[in-house]
């Protein structure tokens, strides 16, 4: 009974955090931690995030339909070629490649350098300090559909940073956005859709890793974790874009710093274990 009363937890947890820019990953590291529950894993971690990409699929339904309908087209149709929704899908596509390649690469490094705590706290004041420039300093002219291949590359660059927890894969792609010169709820709603063949493919990958490996818990805490990551996440997304159309992203780059500055002091002091 624990085990799924601490995955309740995990999944609310990591539907609370997966698309605000302050890492989910980070926050399923430190907070069991905290509890004295242990790291739950890098296998876990990556399934549950499934459920949050769920909701991203229910959410942006249309959307993502027209961009897969019309970039099936354009393989076949010249006249679908030059369509915003047709370049969105291959901005997807390509924008996706530089974190998945770096995944399969470090995944022996991902499931265990990248989860100290040490490193962890270090990125979320790092990336929560280049958050807060990018979106300070960067323009706010760009829409969506003037996006092309280098800021889609570039962009996807920024989200594979974000293999180490801490980075947060939304505040890595927001803060090249904002950089960029992109709208807040521009590069917000890219970021949801960036996301999704990373994260998909990653829990994925690692579900033979569950019931076996570093994972602290079985199937039956996993698929509660990943239901209730799905349900808390679809009311974190609408949160969120409405969010980034009227404010800055400056609590954000607070929180990141506190929380990572406390985790500092904690491990300094010995009451965490990197």
């Known amino acids: 009974m624990a085990d799924f009363l601490q995955a309740l937890v995990l999944g609310t947890l990591q539907g609370l955090t997966e698309f605000l820019p302050i890492s989910s990953s980070a926050h399923l590291r430190i907070f069991p931690e905290l509890f004295g529950w242990g790291d739950p894993g890098a296998a876990f971690t990556a399934v549950i995030q499934i459920g949050t990409e769920l ?35 291959w901005f997807v596509i390509i924008g996706s490649l530089p974190i998945v390649i770096l995944g399969v690469f470090l995944k022996d490094t991902i499931e265990s350098h990248f989860r100290n705590l040490w490193l962890i706290a270090a990125m979320l004041i790092f990336m929560g300090l280049v958050l807060g420039l990018a979106d300070k300093l960067g323009g706010n002219e760009k829409r969506i559909k003037q996006m092309n291949v280098r800021d889609a590359v570039l962009m996807g660059a920024a989200q594979a940073a974000a293999l180490v927890p801490g980075v947060s894969r939304s505040g890595a792609t ?63 997304i609408a949160w969120l874009l409405h969010y980034v159309s009227h404010h800055t992203l400056a609590p954000f780059v607070v929180y990141r710093v506190l929380l990572g500055s406390g985790v500092l002091v904690l491990l300094a002091a010995g009451v965490l274990s990197a």
Do not use: C
């Open 174 to 236: 927001l803060s090249m956005g904002r950089a960029l010169g992109y709208e807040r709820e521009a590069v917000t709603r890219f970021a949801f859709l960036l996301a999704i063949p990373a994260v998909v493919g990653a829990g994925i990958f690692e579900m033979k890793e569950i019931p076996h490996g570093d994972n602290m818990y079985g199937w039956g805490p996993t698929l509660v974790a990943t239901v209730v990551s799905f349900v808390v996440g679809y009311a974190a």
């Open 55 to 89: 909701a991203v699929l229910v959410y942006f339904r249309k959307d993502i339909w027209q961009i897969a309908k019309t970039w099936s087209l354009s393989l076949f149709k010249a006249e679908y070629r030059g369509h915003v929704d047709a370049r969105m899908g």
